[in-house]
């Protein structure tokens, strides 16, 4: 029987609806870099040392990795579009404390809140997209939440260096509520009302999504899916238990391990004074402009390359050019660390932190994201994006504290060396232990990580 035409453009309005979310985690994310050298100067009305700026900046990702705490109450009883409404409430509570902050204890506070609400949001994003989109627009879909985070740090780039803390602040209120704004419209995920036994709503849902009436085929897999999941109940165990689905998370937190170790957090938090230590004579600001933009343009390639190209080759085109580029940084501020003259090579620090933004957002930067959403059943989706998000916040806080640790024990060179070294170390976890997923349905990947006679069960159990 052939299957009736679908249009993806409802899709796109839906995605581009939940990913709004993801521009209010990029200005909280972008927020710090803009913001440090203003609090560390001594004329500042909050005056920062350098280990309370690196706890500012770094407590967001302890947030962060608290939120799945968050989630586990209220992912099965609000549903996916509820739980990522409810990530607005942390997020306009940050931003008015930002405002309102009167000490390095406030900031604390409201770099703390914005953590829990980041987490929150890129766990229900993930769900939502995951659970509407066709596959062959899964993966661009998917995309597009790390792609509205670059946007979102991009306009803290743009902005906070020329505005006083506390409209800059500001923002941080206004972002999240025009996201609730737009996205309250959007329908609720349709296997989430078909789990929670609302098939005429579902099928609406999807009717919406799909862009046509004839739906019953899919509302019919939908069903077969929660079916199984309903006779064979998985829990947070299964993740380890089951073969295929250790396979998955390994390969799950392989790679957040291997984009975190990279050094963005840390980057992308103190880039302004990187710039200003690398003693360019373009002024940090315009450098942290360039920065974001350069992020955002490439993010914008990778949506559109992430089904053809496939995720493992992007994955390891951008490793490897990391690696490349964090030792151009490297390599500048250790000749400058030895007393060389590195006024011909000034524009080494631009390049190479340029350079490494584009390779690393058309990879690293994105392609995690795509690839939670598609490693795990149904039932396992949201105990393994909760594994993921406390992973990345635990590395990402490591890494963000750490880096200001190191740098004032060794210098900057120390920690760009560290991160070049980790980043092509986990190439070749990449290389051996990644599969392709490229427009591969979500059950053939499932069939790809259960191969063997055991997982053969785990794999009915999963709902495929």
Request: charged share 15%; hydrophobic share 50%; with cysteine.
């Amino acid at each position: 029987m052939e299957e009736p035409r679908r249009k993806i453009g409802t899709q796109i309005i839906a995605g581009f609806a939940a990913t709004l979310s993801s521009v209010c985690t990029g200005y909280h994310f972008g927020w710090s870099s803009p913001s440090l050298p203003k609090l560390r100067n001594p004329d500042s009305d909050i005056y920062l040392t350098s280990g309370q700026g690196a706890w500012v900046s770094s407590i967001f990702k302890f947030g962060a990795m608290l939120s799945p705490l968050l989630v586990t109450v209220l992912v099965r009883k609000a549903g996916r579009k509820w739980l990522l409404l409810a990530s607005c409430i942390p997020q306009i509570a940050s931003g008015i404390l930002l405002v309102l902050a009167q000490g390095y204890w406030w900031l604390i506070c409201a770099r703390f809140i914005a953590g829990i609400g980041s987490g929150t949001s890129n766990i229900a994003s993930s769900l939502y997209i995951g659970e509407i989109a066709d596959d062959k627009i899964r993966g661009a879909l998917g995309a597009i939440i790390s792609q509205m985070m670059n946007l979102g740090i991009l306009l803290a780039y743009s902005i906070g260096p020329w505005v006083s803390r506390v409209p800059f602040g500001g923002m941080g209120i206004l972002l999240p509520v025009v996201f609730g704004l737009v996205f309250v419209w959007m329908p609720e995920s349709p296997y989430y009302l078909i789990m929670k036994n609302e098939p005429e709503r579902a099928t609406k849902a999807l009717q919406w999504l799909r862009g046509t009436e004839d739906v019953k085929s899919e509302i019919d897999k939908i069903k077969a899916s929660i079916e199984y999941d309903l006779r064979n109940a998985a829990n947070a165990k299964d993740l380890i238990v089951v073969p295929g689905n250790r396979m998955a998370l390994i390969i799950i937190l392989g790679v957040m391990f291997t984009q975190q170790m990279s050094g963005i957090t840390a980057i992308l938090t103190y880039s302004g004074t990187i710039f200003a230590e690398a003693g360019s004579t373009l002024d940090p600001s315009v450098s942290l402009i360039i920065v974001g933009v350069v992020q955002f343009l490439s993010g914008i390639l990778c949506i559109f390359t992430v089904d053809l190209a496939g995720r493992k080759l992007l994955l390891l085109i951008s490793t490897a050019g990391s690696a490349i580029f964090l030792v151009g940084v490297a390599l500048y501020f250790q000749l400058k660390s030895n007393g060389f003259d590195v006024s011909p090579i000034f524009w080494l620090p631009l390049v190479s932190m340029v350079g490494f933004i584009l390779i690393y957002t058309i990879g690293l930067g994105i392609i995690p994201g795509v690839v939670l959403s598609e490693l795990f059943p149904y039932n396992l989706k949201a105990s393994a994006g909760m594994a993921v998000i406390t992973m990345a916040g635990l590395c990402g806080l490591i890494v963000t504290k750490l880096y200001q640790v190191v740098v004032d024990a060794w210098g900057i060179e120390a920690a760009f060396w560290g991160f070049a070294g980790i980043t092509a170390f986990c190439f070749i976890f990449i290389l051996f232990f990644v599969p392709e997923t490229k427009q591969k349905s979500l059950q053939e990947i499932q069939e790809q990580l259960h191969r063997t006679t055991e997982s053969t069960t785990a794999l009915e159990k999963s709902g495929y």
